[in-house]
């Protein structure tokens, strides 16, 4: 390429409203719609599920706010990875990008995408299950639409964001004004002894708080798209700050509402809870809450798409993935071959796809890498003080989210211990077997170099900037 070419770079076309619809457009998507029978499952009692989806706000909240000094610290897109690979060294980045590319941002994308097709063709099956065929095409059928739309603009799919975002919080604002009418009613039934029946267990315990966490993903979103932000030292802490706390008020009302509404067994046995609500609140029209539902989800899938392909992009651009990754399309100024990687490992992981077992280990690796980029943060701020912090947090609060993902990490492992959390934990230590012959000793580059050729060909792509 001509050096004196002009360099090609991702557009920061993401002000505050996109960045707000980014965060809280992602969060918002198919958990609080599913999640909540699997936490009052967990714990046990109606008061206590409460408490565990405030606590998991509070967490949330907590954590962004961490990664916000990061992101104004080191800003550069990629979140967890770029911050792991500044601080702790490329081998440890390697391993979560290993991680997160094979296993954790598909079954991330997969999970949310099947609550979105098991919502919309709910209205289709009123009498019983969808077929899981069905479900998983559906599925199939939405990933592809967004991959497709990502891939072509991103101003567009800010607008999709937003868009969706606006639709699902009218959604729930239906659902706790519903609440607040029997609340006036005097129907307050189910809350009477709420915490009776609570399991305290640490494995309990752990188990409702990775389904309620699942709910909460997408708090970090913002800063896989640092370099997209405009002003990122202004508008990254003042979107977590309106996002986040909004999200977890949103989240604790409509629970309480599903509660007035639903008897704890009813809730428990529900497959589609906004569903079962809406069939005993609006009666014909209960179908609106089955679309209202998979709108939602389909908007946190867009959103995922949109920060997900950013992490392969960056991850590619520092040499841990191949090059190719790294290129954006010439003319839309899209990361569009990052975006296609992530829809093939997705629609591959989609295959097995089963909900429950996808959050429970997709919260078990993420907050193993939550934990050691937030160790990043307090070596940084005891070791490196100097360094210019347009904000900063006080120390006291990267030190409990380290406690609460520590705890997130070991509590379920320690007290109910399954073979399948040691398979998760050989997958991750198992991306050491690639990084050190095709990363460290860089194998097989000639054919990798043929590869990238033919595909930049093909797809109209070159290789991009960083955008500091």
């Known amino acids: 390429m001509d050096p004196k070419a002009p360099q090609l770079n991702l557009r920061r076309e993401v002000g505050l409203t996109g960045a707000v619809a980014l965060i809280a457009g992602t969060m918002i998507g198919s958990g609080i719609f599913m999640s909540p029978q699997y936490v009052l499952l967990a714990i046990g009692s109606p008061g206590a599920s409460l408490v565990v989806w405030a606590c998991c706000g509070l967490l949330a909240i907590l954590a962004s706010l961490s990664y916000a000094e990061l992101g104004t610290l080191i800003r550069e897109s990629g979140g967890e990875y770029i911050y792991i690979l500044r601080n702790t060294g490329p081998s440890v980045a390697f391993l979560l990008i ?30 019983c299950a969808p077929p ?38 009218f959604a729930l604002l239906v659902i706790v004004i519903g609440g607040v009418t029997r609340l006036i009613q005097g129907d307050v039934l189910n809350f009477e002894d709420s915490f009776a029946n609570t ?14 966490l699942w709910s909460y993903d997408g708090w970090n979103n913002l800063n896989y798209v640092t370099e997209e932000l405009k002003r990122p030292e202004v508008n990254l802490p003042r979107a977590v700050l309106i ?28 497959t589609a809870v ?54 954006a399309h010439v003319h839309r100024l899209t990361p569009s071959p990052a975006l296609i990687f992530t829809t093939v490992i997705s629609l591959l992981v989609l295959i097995p796809g089963d909900f429950q077992s996808i959050v429970n280990f997709f919260s078990f690796t993420a907050w193993f890498f939550y934990a050691i980029t937030i160790s990043g943060l307090l070596y940084l701020k005891i070791k490196k003080p100097e360094l210019p912090r347009p904000y900063t ?18 509590a379920p492992i320690i007290d109910n211990p399954q073979i399948e959390y040691l398979y998760v934990t050989l997958f991750i230590f198992s991306g050491i077997l690639v990084y050190i012959p095709v990363i460290h000793y860089k194998l097989c580059p000639g054919l990798l170099t043929r590869i990238t050729l033919f595909l930049q060909l093909f797809l109209e792509v070159a290789p991009a900037d960083k955008n500091l």
Not at 255 to 267: Q, R
Not at 393 to 405: D, S
């Open 243 to 270: 996002a986040i706390p909004m999200v977890t008020l949103l989240y604790v009302l409509v629970n309480v509402s599903y509660l007035l509404v639903m008897t704890p067994a009813e809730l428990m046995s529900s």
């Open 393 to 410: 947090v006080p120390i006291i609060i990267p030190i409990l989210v380290l406690l609460a993902a520590i705890f997130l990490v070991l």
């Open 98 to 127: 290993f991680s997160s590319v094979m296993f954790v941002r598909p079954a991330g994308v997969v999970g949310i995408a099947l609550s979105f097709a098991k919502y919309a063709v709910a209205p289709f099956y009123a009498d």
């Open 132 to 169: 899981e065929l069905v479900v998983k095409c559906v599925a199939a059928t939405a990933i592809l639409v967004l991959a497709s739309v990502n891939c072509l603009n991103v101003r567009f799919a800010m607008s999709v964001q937003v868009f969706f975002m606006v639709a699902k919080v």
């Open 274 to 327: 906004a569903v079962t609500w809406g069939n005993k609140v609006l009666g014909s029209w209960g179908w609106i809450m089955s679309v209202a539902a998979a709108l939602s989800a389909f908007g946190s899938l867009n959103g995922t798409f949109f920060s997900g392909g950013r992490v392969c992009f960056v991850a590619a651009r520092e040499g841990h993935m191949p090059d190719i990754l790294a290129m």
């Open 199 to 212: 399991n305290v267990g640490i494995n309990p315990i752990g188990i409702a708080f990775y389904q309620g």
